[in-house]
């Protein structure tokens, strides 16, 4: 920055979003609403002169810049922006503008569409030439505002933070033990190693993915029947576990198919292609959804790599960014070859890709072999023999029927098959009956990329330049992800918006150092994670000073870590962990925990119920609840699960009464508890007090505190006296759910402890991360 | 060890736990007197700012808001879902009867989205019922309705609305968001956003749906349909169950007494409150209060859907058989939902999806929805609340000028370009009736009323501006009318 004026105003953070809120749906990209085709968000437009001549912006000169004189002008008729427009300028915003051409309107380029240039490391006072490079960063801005970073968490607080962030689960009491009571330097890292290996790092890593591809077992219109898609789950739950390098996860999910010589799992993960909605719904019209499908995939692809609203383009040019309406359709032609049907009927969703088991596939070789031997016999037959022909004849229907049941009971997923591409037009105004637009090839945004030769490009072409080394976006988007995961809130908290009007990043320079570093360790996802947890910044306390809650409530300088409540899967997998109920499968077919009855009831086409899972299947982790879109499971939904009809990049937070009573009184939730106070009778001690010491431990990795047990205490001996003198009402609670009920207990003993193990796994405590 | 109050477990769990509360939690809770579903989340995304002390009282909403004073303070919305025939309540059409069996005019049809009718021979089909004026105002509805004849001089029937989508799904969507691309909020979530709840002990946006038994096959409706998009989850619409416990997870655990339940959450809000001595974060508060709002609402809501204590005659008057839930129970249940402040009531009735069989199934839909709908208006005015209600009553989209016959008795096929609704109440000019088609019914062309109008007319008579309920996602400005949108101000008392 040449100039302390130019370090006080950086253009696209302070300039560009006041011209882009206020001035661009008039004067920005949207040619068709562009008034006298003056634009203000273009270097050229903003520097140049109106049709009349006169200067827009004359830098260091207000007064005679013609953008200064009109937001400043005294008469309706002339000021700028219009009052019908209803978004006046603020004196502020007013003065703003003034001083930053005052200083000499400094243009910069917007933030995220410059290339990528790796930054030099900052030399903040406070950091040792070993430190961690991010907190290079975090420290020289801490510095600059006179802040440092906070005191290093404790111990059991760091274990429970890199547990639940790396894997989803609370640490058992065990690894908590052991962490803490290592000193040694290395235990942090051994830590964090021992927890990317686990195979529970792919299933914390994929709740995120699967949410912003959209990932669910149903089609999501109108009778919302299944589909075959759980495979590319656990594709992706395996590209996490071994690291998968981000740009061939890139290319397998988008063109796998395209690949030479594709394998089954690059097959697989073409399911991505097919996470758009569906329907069976009888009048639906294929040209109507499958225009549906490719407005879907546009603002689904746009979202997950590159935090594009390109979704926007569809009816008219974008406002605020520069995608053309044609942009958005070109981008559809890329996937204008996947194989697919407007209108679907009786559940199949062709095309699938059969997946048998080993057993399976012996069983179909064998019948195979059979019929083959039946066939052989049959041509073989002469004249003599002809009294076997009917036996024969019964047999090879026999084994064909087989054979045909075995097929149709193999699991399948959902795949891409290319096919010759349909014709692609620009609908105008988003119209599908209007066939008068422009007829268009796939193409890349055209401010993103140069046109391309001759040749028709591909959705490999389309992989291919999302991982480019020049593409600006896709490596800003994924670190300012990843960074949102392990802090709370990503460098721009606009996960889903890097276009004009998304929030510039805090540490601009951060995100580029960290996008250049992702790319350069050849999109090693792991590499990231790793500088991340081990960062000087990751590791502080969270609970805020009174200052910093002053000085910086949202913590956006993180000179503190942040604190949330857990993601709802998670909430559930925390339960399960505690109760040491979970099972440690990894993929497989969806499951159906236990589900208020009824709750399909507006289903129809056809009428379904939900089966809870007997056995093992009860008790998985969040992540494989099958995912009903038009009804999600309602305990995921409390705790704001999406629907995942549309990419979803940041899930909200709430704090709501829905969540109260999903803790409260779910089956899961209550059978968690009471198998909880079975294991707190058997392995928690003998007497109270050190059984209210050990399930505390077991579930929060800490000593409760005095007040706490007494409060503890003061439930287990209401409760005792309550069950002990209703037996039938003992008998009731312990008997929820399907785990087997303990005969060491008397159950009002275990319903008593039931109470006090409810009480723990509704803390706040111990759904938060902190 | 905390103190011990003596009547702390008393009849009423209610009471009771405030008391609890107040008395025995180390946090001076000031939030206790909360009277509204107003979790914090994370509301700093509000794009008109959070209106912090609002928010404490539970009137929480952005600040400036209503914008202007409203005629109503809530809605009562009557989705008669599968799309209810115009040319078979609200809209006659003689025209159609001269041309019954002949060809539809490719005139109206060309170029036009065809549902299941695409492919098959288009054929006029004669209204299937008469049609006689009621009331003073002399109002035209169908001989079926004669309940609703009845209210015809409350009502304000309009015949011109149109909607973008041809399929059941997606024109539900549009009807609930105004877009039928998934994820934006419902109009319940926006009203309930831009006003704040006004009920202690229950949410403010609530669902209930009805099925009859021998209705036609009925359709699927999501839960989509009632959810928050990107508003702030609270604003969520709940849907009650009709069977089961009425709100997922309302009812304790087996064996587990109100008071037992009262305990735990009483120990756990104390739990919290010590930890948070040390982490001094707000969410811990506001998630205090609501477990003590989650807990009133085990007690509230099962006394709401107990309807024992009415009176036979008002029983009599909806067609209550008990809570069987009907629609005639749902009606009963959405007049006791607006006397406990509950801003958004969204009834759903699913059987009018009448491609075939029409008479009978129009039959069993007048028979289950008539009398209830009457009832409801009748009863609100006698309470002096029909003023400060507004009711709606529609369908997502309407039906076919042509027959569909290809099963059982004839009925009509979706049609998109032009249906009938009614509003009544808070607002509304009773009596009258807004817009036409044309003369086959075909297309609304005389003062078309879009989704987006109603939706603006909706949101005016709440006090609220459609141009200015906005809420900032994905760097854009969003309204529940998108980018249209007008006030519809001739049927406006």
Redesign the interface.
């Known amino acids: 920055m040449a100039s302390g004026a130019a370090v006080e105003f950086r253009f696209y953070r302070d300039v560009r979003p006041i011209l882009s809120n206020h001035c661009f749906r008039c004067h920005g990209p949207d040619a068709e609403k562009r008034e006298t085709e003056l634009r203000l968000d273009t270097r050229q437009g903003l520097l140049g002169a109106t049709a009349t001549g006169k200067a827009i912006v004359v830098p260091g000169d207000p007064p005679a810049s013609e953008l200064y004189r009109r937001i400043t002008a005294p008469h309706a008729d002339e000021q700028m922006p219009p009052a019908e427009a ?1 978004v006046p300028l603020s004196q502020a915003q007013i003065e703003v503008l003034r001083r930053w051409i005052e200083a000499g309107a400094q243009w910069q380029e917007h933030w995220a569409y410059g290339p990528l240039v790796r930054p030099a490391l900052p030399r903040p006072s406070g950091a040792g030439p070993a430190d961690n490079p991010i907190d290079r960063f975090i420290l020289a801005r801490l510095e600059r505002e006179g802040l440092a970073f906070s005191a290093v968490a404790d111990a059991i607080t760091l274990a429970r933070r890199l547990s639940l962030d790396l894997t989803g689960l609370p640490p058992a009491p065990v690894e908590v033990e052991a962490f803490a009571g290592d000193a040694s330097g290395s235990r942090y890292v051994e830590f964090v190693e021992k927890l990317l290996a686990s195979a529970a790092y792919g299933e914390r890593m994929a709740v995120y993915w699967l949410d912003l591809v959209r990932y669910a077992d149903s089609g ?5 029947v299944d589909q075959p898609i759980s495979p590319y789950r656990d594709y992706v739950i395996a590209a996490f576990n071994d690291n998968l390098p981000f740009d061939q996860f890139t290319r397998e999910q988008l063109a796998g198919d395209l690949l030479p010589r594709p394998t089954i799992a690059e097959r697989i993960a073409t399911g991505y292609n097919r996470l758009n ?1 569906t ?1 069976e ?5 294929a040209g ?1 959804y499958l225009a ?1 499908s490719a407005a879907d995939r546009v603002r689904t692809t746009s979202g997950v790599w590159l935090a594009a ?1 390109l979704g ?1 383009a569809e009816c008219h040019d974008h ?2 960014d520069p995608f053309t309406a044609r942009d958005f359709y070109s981008f559809a032609a890329f996937f204008a070859d996947v194989k697919e049907q407007g209108v679907y009927s009786a559940g199949g969703r062709a095309p699938e890709l059969a997946l048998p088991t080993p057993d399976q596939s012996a069983r179909m070789a064998e019948l195979k072999a059979a019929a083959s031997e039946v066939e052989r016999r049959l041509a073989g037959l002469s004249g003599a023999q002809a009294d076997d022909r009917p036996a024969l004849e019964t047999r090879a229907k026999e084994l064909a029927e087989t054979l045909g049941e075995l097929k149709k009971s193999l699991p399948r997923t959902m795949i891409t098959v290319s096919v010759p591409p349909r014709e692609m037009r620009v609908l105008p105004r988003g119209n599908w ?1 209007d066939s008068s637009g422009a007829r268009v090839e796939p193409a890349l945004p055209a401010f993103l990329a140069a046109p391309s030769g001759q040749r028709r490009l591909t959705r490999l072409d389309l992989a291919e330049w999302l991982v480019a080394r020049d593409n600006p976006l896709t490596a800003r988007v994924f670190v300012n992800r990843l960074w949102k995961l392990f802090f709370g809130v990503g460098l721009s908290k ?1 996960l ?2 890097f ?4 929030e510039p990043p805090t540490h601009p320079e951060l995100l580029d150092w960290l996008a250049i570093e992702f790319v350069d360790s050849g999109w090693d996802i792991k590499h990231m994670v790793r500088l991340l947890v081990n960062s000087r910044a990751y590791r502080q306390a969270s ?2 000073s009174a200052e910093l ?1 002053a000085r910086d409530p ?1 913590n956006r300088l993180f000179a503190r870590q942040g ?1 949330w ?1 857990l993601e709802a899967e998670f909430i559930r997998d925390a339960a399960l962990v505690i109760s040491k109920q979970l099972v440690r499968r990894i993929g497989g077919p969806s499951v159906k925990p236990y589900q ?4 399909w ?5 056809p009428k379904r119920d939900w089966k809870a899972d007997r056995g093992s299947d009860q008790y998985r982790r969040g992540l494989y609840t099958h995912w009903q ?4 499971h ?2 995921l ?2 705790f ?1 699960a999406p ?1 995942r ?2 990419c ?1 990049a940041d899930r ?11 803790l ?4 899961t939730y ?1 059978e968690c508890a009471r198998v909880f106070a079975q294991r707190v009778l058997d392995e928690g001690g003998t007497d109270d007090a050190s059984r209210i010491a050990w399930a505390w431990r077991g579930a929060l990795s800490r000593a409760p ?1 005095a ?2 047990s ?3 205490l ?2 287990l001996s ?2 005792r006296a ?2 002990e003198a ?1 037996e ?6 312990v ?2 759910g399907q785990a087997p009920i303990s005969n060491r207990h008397r159950p009002g003993e275990i ?1 008593a402890w039931t ?1 006090v193990t ?2 723990i796994l ?4 111990t759904v938060s991360r ?1 | 060890m905390l103190p011990r109050e003596d009547n702390f477990w008393s009849p009423d769990p209610l009471r009771v736990t405030r008391r609890a509360f107040l008395g025995r939690t180390s946090l001076g809770l000031g939030a206790l007197g909360l009277a509204g579903l107003t979790s914090a989340g994370f509301a700093s995304d509000d794009s008109v700012g959070p209106n912090q002390r609002a928010k404490q009282s539970g009137t929480e909403h952005p600040a400036g808001l209503p914008h202007f004073a409203p005629r109503a303070k809530r809605v009562i919305f009557l989705c008669m879902a599968g799309g209810p025939s115009h040319f078979e309540t609200f809209d006659p059409k003689p025209k159609l009867s001269e041309m019954h069996g002949q060809p539809m005019p490719a005139s109206f049809t060309a170029g036009q989205p065809i549902a299941q009718l695409q492919g098959q021979q288009l054929v006029c089909q004669a209204p299937l019922f008469g049609f006689r004026r009621w009331g003073q105002s002399g109002q035209q509805i169908s001989e079926v309705l004669r309940h609703i004849g009845g209210i015809a001089d409350e009502l304000c029937i309009v015949r011109s609305m149109h909607t973008d989508q041809i399929n059941h799904d997606p024109a539900h969507t549009v009807m609930n968001t105004g877009t039928s691309i998934s994820g934006r909020p419902s109009m319940g979530s926006w009203i309930l956003y831009g006003l704040g709840s006004a009920a202690a002990n229950l949410p403010g946006f609530v669902v209930l749906t009805s099925t009859s038994k021998d209705g036609r096959n009925p359709q699927p409706i999501a839960a989509r349909q009632w959810h928050s998009g990107f508003l702030p989850s609270r604003h969520q619409g709940v849907a009650f169950q009709s069977h089961g416990d009425p709100v997922h997870y309302l009812g304790s655990p087996p064996g587990v007494t109100p008071s037992e339940q009262g305990r735990l959450v009483s120990t756990v809000s104390r739990l919290d409150a010590i930890r948070n001595e040390l982490l001094a974060n707000p969410e811990v508060e506001t998630r205090i209060a609501q477990y003590e709002l989650a807990f009133r609402m085990q007690t509230s809501v099962p006394e709401l859907m107990n309807v024992s204590d009415e009176p036979a005659h008002v029983l009599d008057a909806y067609g209550v058989q008990g809570a069987d839930g009907s629609f005639a129970y749902n009606c009963l249940l959405a007049r006791r939902l607006a006397e406990s402040g509950v801003r958004f009531i969204q009834l759903y009735h699913r059987d009018w999806d009448h491609h075939n069989d029409l008479v009978k199934f129009m039959h069993v839909c007048a028979r289950d929805c008539d009398r209830p709908t009457a009832a409801l208006v009748n009863d609100l005015k006698q309470r002096g609340m029909l003023d400060e209600t507004l009711i709606v009553w529609g369908g997502e989209f309407g039906r076919t000028p042509m027959a569909q016959s290809n099963k059982g008795g004839v009925g009509r096929d979706h049609h998109m370009r032009a249906f009938s609704m009614f509003l009544a109440g808070g607002g509304i000019r009773g009596g009258i009736t807004y817009g036409g088609t044309d003369e086959l019914g075909y297309h609304a062309v005389e003062n078309p009323v879009h989704v987006h109008d109603l939706h603006a007319t909706m949101l005016h008579l709440l006090g609220l501006d459609h141009t200015r309920l906005v809420f900032r996602y994905q760097g854009r400005a969003f309204r529940l009318t998108d980018v249209a949108g007008q006030v519809v101000r001739p049927i406006l008392a």
């Open positions: 209803n999501g219109y109108h009778s919302d909605k329907t719904e009888g009048g639906a019209q109507e549906k609203t926007c406002k605020y009956l606009s889903d918006d276009g004009a009007q998304g609970v805020p809650i949202a604190r409540r208020p009855e009824g709750y009831e507006f289903l129809n086409f879109r038009t009804f999600l309602p305990s939904l409390a704001d629907s009809e549309e979803a909200p937070v709430s704090n709501t009464p829905q969540g109260a009573l999903v409260l009184n779910d089956p209550v505190e007040r706490e007494a409060l503890l003061e439930l209401e409760s309550k069950f209703n039938p009402a003992a008998q009731s609670l008997a929820v319903a109470a409810r009480a509704n803390l706040h405590e902190n």
